[in-house]
């Protein structure tokens, strides 16, 4: 019995092995045939292209007084500055046709950096983020020159009225100073301009026959780059009830928490007196 079984899977084997073997192979072919490694050769660049990019250091958010007549200036940068240029600009997105962009960007001959000032229209909404969209044609680009021949900025325009003038003292840095308040126009939103260093404000809801405060966003950065842990953030401390406005005083007191990536410093009273209302 054994011996017929023997004898039948060695018949067996005798069939199903060359046709395994077959199938195998055309799926390898089969393989090697669709994932066939293919060479493109580089793009060349010929000796008169520009290459033109906007520089990676040009701002990409912008808040702009619609009442200063404002207007992005953005570094524009090629890579070949022989001979004068003067070259299209393409534009992409332009939220509400609320910028004017000029139609070209020129170079002097050896110049390799231009400035592109772009003008914001009177009458450019203000409830709403706009954003500007620009390239560059590719016959003007380089694609191994490091600054992108593209860029997208966003925005918002706000206009500030200064509210009060006084005098801002902090416990965390253990100094007082003379500070400004600002309010956005018709809005229950205030600013701290500058506060603790250059270009860092604080900003805070508050509705004036009200004491609650609440400042928005609910973390902001301070300026303070503490040489250990980095960037100093501030954001509403354990207690609410010590942030207040007090209007018999003429105060504004906040309970901030100030913290690091790695953890908190602690919870400090921030005090603004106010000397003088602006009428």
Request: glycine share 6%; hydrophobic share 35%.
């Amino acid at each position: 019995m054994f011996h017929h079984l023997s004898n039948r899977i060695m018949k067996y084997n005798k069939f199903f092995i060359p046709v395994l073997l077959f199938i195998f192979g055309a799926l390898t072919i089969a393989c090697d045939d669709e994932f066939k490694d293919t060479e493109e050769a580089s793009p060349t660049v010929g000796s008169d292209v520009p290459g033109l990019g906007f520089a990676s250091s040009n701002q990409t958010s912008f808040e702009l007084d619609p009442a200063e007549n404002p207007v992005l200036s953005l570094t524009v940068v090629r890579k070949n500055d022989k001979g004068s240029l003067e070259a299209p600009i393409t534009v992409v997105d332009n939220t509400a046709n609320s910028f004017e962009v000029p139609s070209t960007i020129s170079f002097a001959d050896g110049e390799s950096t231009a400035v592109l000032n772009i003008p914001v229209r009177e009458g450019a909404p203000t409830d709403t983020t706009l954003t500007i969209e620009l390239e560059f044609e590719e016959q003007y680009v380089d694609p191994y020159f490091a600054e992108y021949p593209y860029y997208k900025g966003n925005v918002d325009l706000k206009k500030w009225v200064k509210y009060a003038t006084g005098t801002f003292i902090s416990d965390f840095f253990e100094q007082d100073w003379e500070q400004d308040l600002y309010q956005l126009e018709d809005e229950n939103l205030f600013r701290f301009p500058d506060l603790y260093f250059e270009g860092y404000n604080l900003e805070f809801e508050w509705v004036s026959s009200d004491s609650t405060l609440a400042i928005v966003p609910a973390q902001q950065a301070t300026g303070y780059d503490h040489p250990d842990y980095g960037m100093v953030y501030v954001q509403p401390g354990d207690e609410d009830e010590l942030t207040f406005y007090d209007p018999e005083e003429g105060t504004f007191q906040f309970n901030l928490k100030w913290v690091v990536e790695a953890g908190s410093f602690g919870d400090f009273p921030e005090v603004f007196t106010v000397t003088e209302l602006v009428e």
